[in-house]
């Protein structure tokens, strides 16, 4: 039995198991990003890494599928490296962070203005609309910015009011209108 085990796990070299596991971890991240890009409209860069991504798959899935039977092995690491793939691409995903974001503060008029100031001081464009909440009057302020510095804009809303409702949207169509600094077009 223990013949069987050791054949198992040794049936391929360790370095080709290692070139299967990165192989498929770089190919998952880049199909990864390519489906989170054209869902957000950037079109042709999924199309350019949609032409590495089956690259890879087409030399590394025949790899895998070519003697299957005598190492299965193979096609384990071809399926660990998959599940490390979608996790490496979405973290990839958040860390370069394409597209925009509506941002929406609600807070009281008071605190609000000084958030509105603060946001234009800081190059934001801001649009604000008078808003009855439960209790008070209440300030809606939206600001459209680059996602890549939401964590930033969100921190400079905190530190001048920790009780103000932020809600932040992902937009797939923005046309018009400000956005301040970062990159106007991406290759759409």
Same mark, same amino acid.
């Given at each position: 039995?223990?013949?069987?085990?050791?054949?198992?796990?040794?049936?391929?070299?360790?370095?080709?198991?290692?070139?299967?596991?990165?192989?498929?971890?770089?190919?998952?991240?880049?199909?990864?990003?390519?489906?989170?890009?054209?869902?957000? =409209?950037?079109?042709?860069?999924? /199309?350019?890494?949609?032409?590495? %991504?089956? &690259?890879?798959?087409?030399?590394? +899935?025949? @790899?895998?599928?070519?003697?299957?039977?005598?190492?299965?092995?193979?096609?384990?690491?071809?399926?660990?490296?998959?599940?490390?793939?979608?996790?490496?691409?979405?973290?990839?995903?958040?860390?370069?962070?394409?597209?925009?974001?509506?941002?929406?503060?609600?807070?009281?008029?008071?605190?609000?203005?000084?958030?509105?100031?603060?946001?234009?001081?800081?190059?934001? =464009?801001?649009?604000?609309?008078? /808003?009855?909440?439960?209790?008070? %009057?209440? &300030?809606?302020?939206?600001?459209? +910015?680059? @996602?890549?510095?939401?964590?930033?804009?969100?921190?400079?809303?905190?530190?001048?009011?920790?009780?103000?409702?932020?809600?932040?949207?992902?937009?797939?169509?923005?046309?018009?209108?400000?956005?301040?600094?970062?990159?106007?077009?991406?290759?759409?």
């Amino acid at each position: 039995m223990w013949e069987v085990i050791k054949d198992f796990f040794t049936a391929s070299p360790w370095w080709e198991l290692l070139l299967i596991f990165c192989s498929r971890i770089i190919e998952v991240s880049i199909g990864t990003l390519r489906i989170i890009l054209v869902n957000k =409209g950037y079109r042709r860069i999924g /199309a350019f890494l949609a032409f590495f %991504e089956i &690259l890879l798959w087409v030399f590394v +899935a025949s @790899r895998v599928i070519t003697n299957i039977y005598e190492q299965p092995i193979r096609g384990i690491v071809y399926c660990l490296g998959f599940a490390f793939g979608v996790y490496v691409g979405s973290r990839l995903e958040s860390k370069i962070a394409f597209g925009k974001v509506l941002i929406q503060t609600i807070t009281t008029e008071e605190m609000g203005m000084l958030i509105v100031a603060e946001l234009r001081n800081h190059g934001y =464009g801001v649009t604000t609309v008078k /808003a009855q909440g439960k209790d008070n %009057e209440k &300030l809606v302020i939206m600001v459209y +910015a680059n @996602r890549r510095g939401k964590d930033q804009l969100i921190n400079l809303i905190q530190n001048i009011d920790d009780r103000a409702m932020i809600v932040t949207n992902d937009l797939s169509t923005l046309q018009g209108g400000y956005i301040s600094s970062g990159w106007k077009k991406f290759v759409k």
